[in-house]
């Protein structure tokens, strides 16, 4: 259930609470560097920008990894495999959302659908059902019942992709097909499913604490990035946490 995630995020997170503190410190400067660069467009400061993104990522691949070996804390930030991890992921997330953007696309478009993530639609329901009863029926079954199930099939290649690459380093490993559908294959499709929809609900609980209003600004844009490094934390934990299940049975 998605209370049982929530738990063990912060367990996981607060495990050896000074360096959950020294965590949360660099994520508030790197989101407020960040938002300083968003908009710029300076080819330097975006390439800063992006740099911030690798470290992110980099950091998320080596809390994916160290939940494949069974971590129990936030692992200890190793400035090489965050930057090699980070770039390595940047381009394989880059990659398989680009296929997935396509693949939807062929979908959505001859629907009149915009492309849509899972957890924006169940977050702004109200908004979702407006899109579903402003189409007729037959459309909104079939972006429904096949958006979905692309939606599904395309993240779970793309979060064994990443748990290779976590685990092994392997760029080309993260984009064999075949490789990724075995992993799939030995923890099943159902269960990955039901593993997924629980994060997805979980990640939604996240994003709905983000909007409790602080009185305080200062104090309300920490809240916001402590519930955005939960978040974080909540996705890379859940790549970890289904490969480390795919290692088991293949060790079996």
């Not at 800063?48 to 971590?71: K, Q, V």
């Not at 979908?107 to 407006?130: A, G, R, V």
């Not at 559908?181 to 593993?195: E, F, M, N, P, T």
């Not at 934990?237 to 480390?244: C, D, K, M, V």
């Amino acid at each position: 259930m998605p209370h049982v995630i929530l738990k063990r995020v912060w367990d996981y997170c607060t495990y050896n609470k000074p360096f959950f503190l020294l965590i949360l410190v660099l994520f508030l400067v790197l989101n407020y560097l960040e938002d300083s660069l968003a908009d710029s467009s300076s080819v330097s400061m975006m390439a800063l920008y992006i740099f911030f993104n690798i470290l992110i990522f980099g950091y998320g691949m080596t809390i994916a990894r160290d939940r494949i070996n069974n971590g129990v804390r936030l692992p200890k930030i190793i400035i090489k495999d965050v930057i090699v991890l980070g770039i390595k992921s940047f381009i394989v997330f880059s990659v398989y959302l680009y296929v997935q953007g396509v693949i939807l696309d062929f979908i959505c478009s001859p629907l009149n659908f915009p492309q849509f993530n899972l957890e924006e639609m169940i977050f702004d329901f109200s908004n979702t059902l407006h899109l579903l009863f402003s189409h007729n029926p037959i459309d909104a079954s079939v972006f429904i019942v096949v958006g979905a199930f692309l939606f599904y099939v395309t993240m779970f290649f793309m979060e064994i992709a990443v748990a290779l690459l976590a685990d092994t380093g392997s760029l080309l490993l993260s984009f064999n097909i075949v490789e990724i559908k075995r992993s799939i294959d030995l923890v099943g499709w159902v269960h990955y499913a039901k593993d997924y929809t629980i994060i997805v609900l979980a990640i939604v609980i996240f994003e709905f604490l983000s909007y409790i209003v602080i009185p305080i600004p200062i104090l309300e844009y920490i809240w916001v990035i402590l519930i955005d490094l939960f978040l974080f934390v909540t996705q890379f934990l859940g790549i970890g946490r289904i490969f480390s299940e795919i290692k088991e049975k293949k060790s079996d």
